[in-house]
Antibody, heavy 113, light 112 residues
């Protein structure tokens, strides 16, 4: 069945770079897009970016200068890298498949010294 | 970027009551291919979001038929015909027509 699972450090220092991995199973990355969505504590959902089945990417306009999404299709993994982290980047980060029908459980990232 | 405005931000309901949530878009969500990619999600406390309705009015597999979606262009509505306790949480609309994708601000459904 379709599954997605996020992994990464729970704590990142301000100004450092966040690296997250979304490991998927049950579908092919060359046939489906994967999106990253984040949710600050107590707030709503924010679309972060996506990597499409062909490998191209789209990013949230406000995050574009700090963000990179890539993938390794042989390992069924999608990667998110965001630099110059600030406290306002503290959030649960989810990965989700195209169509938003399948979601990972999310991983909490706290930006703090 | 497309802005999705959801109203009301909070909705209080009794069990069995029917309620509606509005999602208005700053641009038409009709894609050049003729489809409209406006979806509705429910996020229960402490859980990942769950897809309820896709492409305006199509019920996701396994979702009870008390949920229904309607609308076109820039105005969309999610209706729950007879709220049940398991329906409590935050509802979001999300558009997949334009890049970048965007979410509405959410509507919290709580018990009166």
């Amino acid at each position: 069945q379709v599954q997605l699972k996020e992994s990464g450090p729970g704590l990142v220092q301000p100004s450092q770079t966040l690296s997250l991995t979304c490991t998927v199973s049950g579908f092919s990355l060359t046939s489906n897009s994967v999106h990253w969505v984040r949710q600050p504590p107590g707030k709503g959902l924010e679309w972060v970016g996506a990597i499409w089945s062909g490998g191209s990417t789209d990013y949230n306009s406000a995050l574009k200068s700090r963000l990179s999404i890539s993938r390794d299709t042989s390992k069924s993994q999608v990667f998110l890298k965001m630099n110059s982290l600030q406290t306002e980047d503290t959030a649960i980060y989810f990965c989700t498949r195209s169509g938003f029908a399948y979601w990972g459980q999310g991983t909490l990232v706290t930006v703090s010294s | 970027d497309v802005v999705l405005t959801q109203t009301p931000p909070t909705l209080s309901a009794t069990i069995g009551q029917s309620v509606s949530i509005s999602c208005r878009s700053s641009q038409s969500l009709l894609h050049s291919n003729g489809n409209t990619y406006l979806h509705w999600l429910l996020q229960r406390p402490g859980q990942s979001p769950q897809l309820l309705i896709y492409s305006v009015s199509r019920l996701e597999s396994g979702v009870p038929n008390r949920f229904s979606g309607s609308g076109s262009g820039t105005d969309f509505t999610l209706k729950i015909s007879g709220v049940e306790a398991e329906d409590l949480g935050v509802y979001y609309c999300v558009q997949g027509t334009h890049a970048p994708r965007t979410f509405g601000g959410g509507t919290k459904l709580e018990l009166k």
